[in-house]
């Protein structure tokens, strides 16, 4: 089959665009041939192609940044910008790769309503992990289904010669809201203050200024510098708040306990062999990372949990799942059995701690600084009012 993909501007470090480019060069592999699209852009497609083999990995699709009238059995959609352009197009089946609850990236407004709006143009939906699935069916009414999220178990996997650190490892992408910047931010701030020793290490966005925190900024790494990293730690620690992220699952494999918000878009996928879920806000969430820390046998058991979790979802099942959907797109997608919590247990029980002790903190520039979430020059002007 012929297959036209309508995907966003290359971004590196993306794991969206990761999990896109992997899944078009597996039904590539199955024989379809796929035609990439990026529109609205002033790269040529050689320029592009060499930014996906040297962010990614080479991509064995054809890449155009102009529409064409070629005819195509299956045109699919990855972000809600493209979903109309997807509804219009002659295609044969008409699909939306969802990867995230997208109108939760804005507050509500215009773009909000037409992120939301890309539901109801009568695709059918596959979307990473079970949550996003049963929200779409139930709340739009859309023929869907999902593929698991899965790790690659030849990157990430124990290291029995690695020695264990005192330390945390936390996927901070200050840029992305739904990432909870300084939400995660405070709650190492209250585990410092409790177990200064403690090592806290930064990854997955360029190194910028923190104030009120002492980390170890590791940027953007390879993924066997990841799985590295995974081993060297004693806990994991992830926030989204639109579907999880594939990196839980990585840690997980790789024999790492993860900490997340309790949230809607989490119990579905995450299991409570690997992780702790908690609250969404600092104190919860510091209060999951120290239980963690502080008990050995708690760390050994969602060590082990996470890892045989993980043995039954190897990359190539997710990969399998989804050229399945793809190859047989034609018949409907729902799910004959309901999609159930996989996480049920109780939030981590809370540390007596006064968050308003906490120094001030900030990302960047200085003058961005934040007091209890708030914009400095909000925070002094509350002030003024109380007083």
Not at 307 to 320: A, C, I, N, R, V
Request: glycine share 6%; charged share 25%.
């Amino acid at each position: 089959m012929n297959i036209a993909w309508f995907v966003p501007d290359v971004e590196a470090g993306s794991g969206g665009q990761r999990t896109i480019f992997q899944n078009i060069n597996y039904v590539a592999k199955n024989g379809h041939k796929n035609d990439v699209y990026i529109l609205n852009t002033e790269k040529s497609p050689e320029i592009i192609a060499s930014q996906i083999s040297e962010s990614y990995f080479d991509l064995n699709a054809k890449i155009r940044t102009r529409l064409t009238d070629k005819k195509y059995d299956i045109a699919v959609a990855t972000y809600h910008d493209t979903s109309k352009l997807v509804a219009t197009l002659p295609a044969r089946e008409k699909l939306y790769f969802v990867q995230d609850y997208e109108p939760w990236f804005f507050p509500m407004g215009e773009n909000y309503l037409n992120a939301e709006k890309s539901y109801t143009y009568n695709l059918k939906c596959i979307t990473i992990g079970r949550w996003l699935a049963k929200k779409l069916h139930d709340d739009f009414s859309i023929d869907t289904n999902y593929f698991d999220f899965c790790a690659d178990l030849d990157i990430y996997h124990p290291l029995p010669d690695i020695k264990k650190e005192d330390a945390i490892c936390c996927v901070f992408q200050p840029g992305k809201p739904r990432r909870c910047g300084y939400t995660m931010l405070r709650a190492l701030q209250i585990v410092q203050s409790i177990r200064p020793e403690t090592k806290v290490y930064l990854f997955g966005s360029p190194p910028r200024p923190i104030g009120g925190l002492k980390v170890e900024y590791l940027g953007i790494k390879s993924v066997t510098g990841l799985n590295e990293l995974y081993n060297r730690c004693s806990v994991g620690f992830c926030l989204s708040a639109t579907n999880p992220s594939r990196v839980p699952f990585e840690m997980m494999a790789a024999g790492l306990p993860v900490v997340e918000a309790r949230l809607e878009n989490t119990v579905y996928d995450l299991p409570e062999d690997g992780c702790l879920l908690a609250e969404p806000a600092p104190l919860p969430l510091a209060s999951a990372l120290l239980k963690v820390l502080s008990d050995k046998s708690l760390q050994e058991k969602l060590s082990s949990g996470g890892k045989t979790f993980m043995k039954d979802f190897p990359l190539e099942t997710g990969f399998s799942q989804f050229g399945d959907l793809i190859d047989g797109c034609k018949k409907s997608f729902k799910k004959s059995t309901p999609i159930t919590h996989r996480y049920k247990a109780p939030s981590p029980e809370l540390i007596d701690f006064f968050e308003a002790s906490l120094p001030e903190l900030y990302i960047g520039d200085p003058s961005e600084m934040v007091s209890a979430s708030l914009p400095r020059r909000a925070f002094n002007r509350l002030k003024g009012i109380v007083k």
